[in-house]
């Protein structure tokens, strides 16, 4: 039984062909088309103001020079938004579940932040490694201590999603097969436990948003120390 609940997360193939990439792809289809007219309908409105407002949060912090990243930056959370929601539909496949595709995002992002340090302003990048005002017997610990949590960051990113993810389908999975085990024996608990349901999808909702949101916001911090 607790195998079943674990097959959701297994990618899904037809004919030999592995069908993560149709589910990547799918997303890029749902966008309206922007037009050239200067009164829209109400879906690309809101569409251009959602960018509008989530490009000036990502793009707060960051110097001029960041600002060549915003293009990037938002499109990236706009597709993880629309892959997280997409992955809460019934007999849906959610990409983002696998480790895999998560750290095939934050480890060439993250690296191009460590790469443009290193090239625009090599002191400031290799400053953040020691502290200033450390003393001299801690120095060698704190460099090994700031590198190794320096390479951890694109596997915090990654493992972030995926368990965030991973356990709301999960508990979602869960409650659900509840509920249709209580009906035919205690039909109040099953209704009382449906609720529930309907609350935790709710949340998911929240859920597949605002770590799509985290997951763009850690990478334009770490683009921060770097530019």
Do not use: C
Not at 80 to 88: A, D, E, H, S, V
């Amino acid at each position: 039984m607790m195998v079943s609940f674990f097959d959701q997360f297994a990618s899904p193939s037809y004919l030999g062909i592995p069908l993560i990439a149709v589910a990547i792809a799918l997303p890029w289809v749902l966008y309206p088309t922007p037009s050239s007219r200067w009164i829209n309908n109400r879906l690309i409105t809101a569409q251009e103001w959602f960018i509008n407002r989530s490009t000036n949060q990502l793009m707060l912090p960051l110097s001029v020079e960041g600002h060549k990243w915003a293009l990037l930056l938002t499109s990236l959370m706009i597709f993880l938004i629309t892959i997280n929601m997409l992955g809460l539909l019934p007999y849906t496949f959610t990409p983002t579940t696998q480790l895999s595709l998560n750290m095939g995002f934050a480890v060439p992002l993250w690296l191009a932040t460590v790469i443009i340090g290193m090239r625009n302003q090599p002191t400031v990048a290799l400053g953040h490694l020691l502290p200033e005002g450390t003393p001299i017997p801690l120095i060698p610990v704190l460099i090994i201590i700031e590198t190794i949590s320096l390479f951890i960051r694109p596997l915090a990113l990654g493992v972030r999603l995926t368990a965030n993810l991973t356990a709301g389908h999960l508990l979602i999975q869960l409650i659900a097969t509840a509920v249709f085990v209580l009906l035919p024996m205690m039909p109040t608990v099953a209704i009382l436990t449906a609720a529930v349901l309907f609350l935790l999808t709710l949340l998911e909702v929240a859920v597949a948003m605002i770590q799509a949101y985290v997951f763009v916001l850690l990478l334009s911090l770490y683009l921060q120390e770097n530019t």
